[in-house]
T-cell receptor, first 119, second 115 residues
Framework: EPEVTQTPSHQVTQMGQEVILRCVPISNHLYFYWYRQILGQKVEFLVSFYNNEISEKSEIFDDQFSVERPDGSNFTLKIRSTKLEDSAMYFC?????????????????FGPGTRLTVL | AQSVSQHNHHVILSEAASLELGCNYSYGGTVNLFWYVQYPGQHLQLLLKYFSGDPLVKGIKGFEAEFIKSKFSFNLRKPSVQWSDTAEYFCAVIPGYSSASKIIFGSGTRLSIRP
């Protein structure tokens, strides 16, 4: 069964450094998402991406964050200057878009997450 | 404020006990409802979903949930739990106003099953 993959599984960085979290969505999916979960808190929506542009973003997704689909397979989240409060588990998700017989167009499939630790 | 509420932070049950996890949401209008599960060390997986039709939804592994519109609730149930059901369970909503179908999650309920 196809899966969303994420690398690295754990990233440790110094405050103020830039980090790039990588995701490979399921190959025929067209809608991509980033969520995060700070330890002990709920999973929060960050941003959605479709057709090479952001379709929706949350208040958390400020100018420090950016997303990109640099090629046909990867979907990245960049944090330009990390802060201590950016420490969290970051989940990528993807879903199909167009109605097609046999395709589940409603479900978002999540990756295993990248644990980001900012020191 | 609009939110998804899961009232039980941690539930401990013995094997074969019945389970009901509460979920309430405060969004008006159309909503799509989900329960996700996260087994220890694994990623979020969809248990079941409700978009329309029969308000009693059956999911994987014997789970079911009932959408009660008048109560803004979507409680998760299982008649007889197993040790392998130990996990974190998240209720989630996609509000109808979200064009991108962003998911709003509840805070999660940790389920521990005593063998």
């Amino acid at each position: 069964e196809p899966e969303v993959t994420q690398t690295p599984s754990h990233q440790v960085t110094q405050m103020g450094q830039e980090v790039i979290l990588r995701c490979v969505p399921i190959s025929n999916h067209l809608y991509f998402y980033w969520y995060r979960q700070i330890l002990g808190q709920k999973v929060e929506f960050l941003v959605s991406f479709y057709n090479n542009e952001i379709s929706e973003k949350s208040e958390i997704f400020d100018d420090q964050f950016s997303v990109e689909r640099p090629d046909g397979s990867n979907f990245t989240l960049k944090i330009r200057s990390t802060k201590l409060e950016d420490s969290a588990m970051y989940f990528c998700a993807s879903r199909y878009l167009f109605v097609k017989s046999g395709e589940d167009t409603d479900t978002q499939y999540f990756g295993p997450g990248t644990r980001l630790t900012v020191l | 404020a609009q939110s998804v509420s899961q009232h039980n932070h941690h539930v401990i049950l013995s094997e074969a006990a019945s389970l009901e996890l509460g979920c309430n949401y405060s969004y008006g209008g159309t909503v799509n409802l989900f329960w996700y599960v996260q087994y220890p060390g694994q990623h979020l997986q969809l248990l079941l979903k409700y978009f329309s039709g029969d308000p009693l939804v059956k999911g994987i592994k014997g789970f079911e949930a009932e959408f009660i519109k008048s109560k803004f609730s979507f409680n998760l149930r299982k008649p007889s739990v197993q040790w392998s059901d130990t996990a974190e369970y998240f209720c989630a909503v996609i509000p109808g106003y979200s064009s991108a179908s962003k998911i709003i999650f509840g805070s999660g309920t940790r389920l521990s099953i005593r063998p």
